[in-house]
């Protein structure tokens, strides 16, 4: 779902006891993904917001596999001196520590968080035809066929132990229905199994999603989010649905703007502000819901920290009941 430049730097902005020759290096923007995923789209659009309002260059680095790990382990031994920052969603944080049986680093000690920056969640979307076909009016119905003896669901995921694999699973134990989770390599072979008959629904972020459901091939029947989104208002959020006993179910795939361990306080803060003033530029607004992705308010490194910690606990319970797990 989001943008462009380097982060690394984002300090230098708003930081005038730098040298002139640091303050000339341009921000590193360390992402976990490659061109055109989310993180990417993300750190494009708030690159070009960056340089628009503080006339700070940002590089990106594209730096991924290994489940983000390659990304973080970038960052976790760059030097302190806020001339890199990564781009992580909250599940490198919470949901893959509970997946693997070996980090090789701990995203507590070797990371720190430093500010939120947007917020997604991911979208439930079916086929016309296979909707008619059922008679599937809307998500609810869909479930309630799949709990039937006898039918079933099968789910495409964007790779196992993500997060549409984890909340489908999630759904499927809380509702009782019969739904099989199908991971595959990213979205995009999904997209085109759901698309070609394949499997029968795919949650997925918006971004892959949102031009079929305008073009008329996919219908969206829910978000991932406890509550509806404001651009899809229409859509019903997981909260909608209390008599499948998922109501409290609540997935926010939110991006943490990270630096390494050690990172000064000052620098940080800085980086908060620098990310203040980007949200001001015109049209980034716009062009993140565009994208099914909303801004959030930025927060200062303590809170994040504390935002982290309590998520955990909801994050481990979907790995758990999904029984994802990364050697």
């Known amino acids: 779902m989001i943008l462009r430049r380097s982060l690394a730097a984002l300090p230098l902005l708003v930081a005038p006891r730098l040298s002139r020759a640091q303050s000339a290096r341009p921000m590193r923007l360390i992402v976990p993904n490659p061109p055109g995923g989310q993180s990417d789209t993300i750190a494009r659009l708030y690159g070009e917001a960056i340089q628009a309002t503080s006339g700070?260059?940002?590089?990106?680095e594209n730096r991924s596999g290994a489940n983000g790990l390659i990304a973080m382990d970038v960052v976790a031994k760059a030097a302190p001196?806020?001339?890199?920052?990564?781009?992580?969603?909250?599940?490198?944080?919470?949901?893959?520590?509970?997946m693997m049986a070996r980090m090789p680093l701990d995203v507590d000690r070797d990371i720190t968080p430093i500010t939120s920056v947007v917020t997604s969640t991911v979208?439930?979307?079916?086929t016309d035809q296979r909707a008619r076909e059922r008679g599937w009016a809307d998500f609810r119905s869909m479930i309630t066929w799949a709990k039937r003896p006898g039918n079933g669901l099968t789910n495409g995921a964007a790779s196992s132990g993500g997060a549409s694999h984890l909340l489908v699973a999630t759904i499927a134990?809380?509702?009782?229905?019969?739904?099989?989770?199908?991971?595959?390599?990213?979205?995009?072979?999904?997209?085109?199994?759901?698309?070609g008959g394949s499997i029968d629904m795919c949650f997925d972020f918006m971004p892959a999603l949102?031009?079929?459901?305008?073009?008329?091939?996919?219908?969206?029947?829910?978000?991932?989010?406890r509550d509806r989104v404001p651009f899809l208002p229409d859509v019903p959020g997981m909260g909608d649905f209390p008599d499948l006993g998922i109501a409290?179910?609540?997935?926010?795939?939110?991006?943490?703007l990270s630096g390494p361990p050690g990172l000064p306080p000052d620098l940080a803060l800085r980086t908060v502000e620098t990310i203040r003033r980007a949200?001001?530029?015109?049209g980034l607004e716009d062009r993140l819901r565009s994208n099914g992705l909303l801004p959030l308010v930025p927060e200062e490194p303590a809170a994040v920290r504390a935002r982290i910690a309590a998520e955990r606990p909801r994050w481990r319970e979907m790995v758990e009941v999904s029984g994802a797990r990364i050697e």
């Open 210 to 225: 949102m031009p079929h459901v305008q073009a008329g091939r996919l219908r969206a029947f829910a978000v991932g989010s």
């Open 279 to 282: 949200n001001t530029y015109p």
């Open 81 to 98: 001196d806020g001339l890199t920052t990564g781009l992580f969603s909250i599940a490198l944080f919470t949901s893959l520590p509970a």
């Open 123 to 126: 979208m439930c979307a079916v």
């Open 248 to 256: 409290d179910l609540d997935l926010q795939s939110w991006n943490v």
């Open 56 to 60: 700070q260059a940002v590089v990106i």
């Open 173 to 195: 134990r809380r509702s009782g229905a019969d739904i099989t989770v199908v991971p595959y390599r990213g979205g995009a072979p999904a997209l085109n199994d759901l698309l």
